[in-house]
């Protein structure tokens, strides 16, 4: 596959420098570079487009911004020189709206979210956080719903690589920072209620359809209060968010190992529309985002997943499926 890493595009509001007051600046990479280049950089990297690695942007770190989604706590202890903190608290509850229609995308709010740490619309920015884990990747999902314009890559590894390696750190907080954002919601990337209901039928499905719950929930046997019906969209294979993921969620699969899980033992085709889901989106973004690496054409994650699903009716076309042996559950790696 051909890379398309971010390049040169300077930021013009970079506000939070290495310079800024009540910031303590530490380290710069190459410190342990007598130590395995592996731990730095990584093959899912070398591969997809909107993956990099500690190797890559320690090269670039002048060019993009960073977006870092852990806790406030952990930012405050340690962060990556110049990166801005997006909460996924607020990523999460403030983005959407729950309507008579289902979940629909506010994205004026996290607009407004995204433009208050200082990305504008053109930034090339890359997100990371513990790993290569579920906040990480909807964030990436969130930028491109609002139709952020320029490159949006995840750092394999996340911080904990790049601290390991001796990269720049900062402690503390930075200064406020505001820029202009107007965003455009690019649906493309979003799968409303009404686009699933579409092409789900009492016997399955028009489009592929990717659970990435666990198996107990995709079956129904591990319930939720939140919703009234337990099991899956009808039509829907199961892939747990996890079998995309190496040591515990800190990195992502080599794309050999994600191209035999999602094409020969998913069988699933890229050229044909995919739908992503979970319980809120989030774990769905994981399967989002791998299967756009992997060249999906088109490629939707359910804004509402099951917490919207699972509270609809039969009687109106919200078909689902629940049971032990029910559906299919693809789990190579687990």
């Not at 964030?139 to 952020?148: D, E, M, P, Q, V």
């Not at 601290?163 to 720049?168: E, T």
Request: hydrophobic share 35%.
């Amino acid at each position: 596959m051909d890379s398309n890493r971010p390049h040169g595009r300077r930021t013009v509001l970079r506000t939070i420098g290495t310079a800024v007051g009540g910031l303590s600046l530490a380290g710069c990479l190459g410190v342990n570079q007598d130590r395995e280049p592996e731990l730095y950089t990584t093959p899912a990297a070398d591969e997809f487009e909107a993956v990099v690695d500690s190797m890559w942007l320690d090269e670039y770190l002048e060019d993009v911004e960073l977006l870092d989604i852990r806790a406030e706590d952990e930012f405050a202890a340690g962060h990556i020189a110049g990166a801005h903190r997006l909460p996924d608290t607020e990523l999460l509850r403030d983005h959407y709206e729950e309507t008579a229609d289902g979940y629909e995308a506010s994205p004026e709010v996290i607009a407004d979210i995204v433009a208050d740490i200082g990305i504008e619309p053109d930034d090339d920015v890359v997100v990371y956080g513990e790993g290569s884990n579920l906040w990480e990747t909807y964030a990436i999902y969130t930028l491109r719903a609002i139709g952020h314009d320029g490159t949006v890559s995840l750092l394999d590894g996340g911080y904990p690589v790049w601290d390991d390696a001796g990269g720049d750190t900062e402690t503390g907080t930075p200064d406020p920072a505001t820029a202009s954002y107007v965003p455009e919601l690019e649906t493309d990337v979003i799968a409303t209620r009404e686009r699933v209901a579409d092409n789900v039928r009492e016997d399955g499905a028009d489009v592929q359809l990717v659970d990435n719950r666990s198996p107990a929930e995709y079956v129904g046997t591990q319930k939720s209060d939140a919703v009234s019906r337990h099991g899956h969209i009808t039509g829907a294979i199961n892939i747990e968010f996890t079998q995309n993921l190496v040591d515990g969620g800190d990195r992502l699969r080599s794309p050999d190992d994600l191209e035999q899980l999602w094409l020969e033992e998913a069988g699933l085709d890229p050229a044909e529309e995919t739908i992503s889901y979970c319980s809120t989106a989030v774990r769905g973004s994981v399967g989002w985002f791998v299967m756009e690496q992997l060249g999906w054409e088109t490629v939707r994650n359910y804004e509402g997943s099951w917490n919207d699903w699972g509270t609809l009716s039969e009687d109106d076309g919200y078909y689902y499926t629940t049971g032990e042996g029910t559906g299919t559950v693809i789990d190579p790696f687990a």
